[in-house]
């Protein structure tokens, strides 16, 4: 039995991976790393492993690692780049000290300017542990949430693009990529997994389409932008608009396109508003029923 172990289950990508890898291998097979007992419960609930470990402590993650043959390595969330460095290093460790076979990381794009990046791939590569580093694109999840924020309040949606188009890629596809590197743990160690290419208007086009109403682009200055005000000079640059077929190849298909996340992400949303309609109707028939109830009479 090969056994699986996957960190950041809590978070978009980890758990994008775990449900691709609980589709093809039986739960008792794979094993989750989380930070609290509270989390740890929810996941032995579905009939999953759960080890508390934190990056910073070297002794949990020891615990964590040991009897596990093949890791996904989920990319530390703290932004403090000399903590991330140092956790980043402690897990490579770990996992290489417990006889780990494989390890796949998800990095990112502009991995070597990165020093948490860095230092996990270069903690790789030195280790000689069998390993997969997976530069993962920007998410093209948030721009479509961000973009049907807009369209649900207008009839359009912004960007400082100039027009320019970028490579992203859906949550759900590097989640898959991840599982299937961990179960096929492939020859090649490097991959740049980017999904297809497209414009801000062709995401308008898309919103078009899904909410069946005109959706328009509207180009508007960095500041407009709020959070994204960072990425829009580098959109402008290209620096996002690199092309690579490694993420159809480790998929075994064509990544989803934003016309696809769009649609994925609609769905989601009416489902979710469905289940709160739903809801609404059954407290206010409690409601109803508690207000109805013919009160006791005194004796």
């Not at 172990?5 to 291998?25: D, H, M």
């Not at 929810?42 to 934190?54: P, S």
């Amino acid at each position: 039995m090969t056994v699986f172990l996957v960190t950041g289950v809590t978070g978009n990508l980890g758990s994008a991976a775990l449900r691709s890898l609980l589709k093809r291998v039986p739960a008792s097979e794979v094993r989750v790393l989380v930070r609290t007992d509270r989390a740890a419960s929810q996941f032995v609930a579905q009939g999953l492993t759960a080890c508390v470990a934190d990056y910073s402590d070297s002794a949990s993650l020891d615990v964590a690692f040991t009897g596990v043959d093949h890791a996904i390595f989920v990319s530390s969330p703290v932004l403090d780049p000399s903590v991330r460095t140092e956790q980043h290093r402690t897990v490579v460790e770990s996992a290489v000290t417990a006889g780990v076979c494989h390890v796949v990381y998800t990095s990112g794009m502009g991995a070597r300017h990165d020093p948490g990046h860095s230092a996990a791939e270069d903690a790789l590569t030195e280790s000689g542990v069998h390993h997969a580093i997976l530069r993962n694109a920007l998410y093209t999840d948030a721009f479509v949430h961000r973009a049907m924020t807009q369209a649900s309040a207008g009839g359009s949606i912004t960007s400082a693009s100039s027009g320019q188009s970028l490579t992203t890629a859906a949550i759900a596809d590097l989640g898959e990529a991840a599982a299937t590197a961990s179960l096929t743990a492939p020859k090649k160690t490097l991959w740049e997994l980017r999904g297809p290419r497209w414009d801000f208007s062709g995401m308008a086009a898309a919103l078009t389409v899904a909410l069946g109403r005109p959706i328009s682009h509207e180009e508007v200055s960095d500041a407009d932008t709020g959070p994204f005000a960072v990425l829009f000079p580098l959109i402008r640059r290209g620096v996002f608009a690199s092309e690579s077929p490694d993420l159809a190849e480790l998929l075994g298909r064509a990544p989803a396109d934003v016309g696809a996340v769009v649609n994925e992400l609609m769905g989601l949303l009416n489902q979710q508003q469905s289940g709160d309609e739903v809801l609404s109707r059954k407290n206010g028939r409690s409601r109803l029923f508690k207000r109805s109830r013919p009160r006791e009479s005194n004796p």
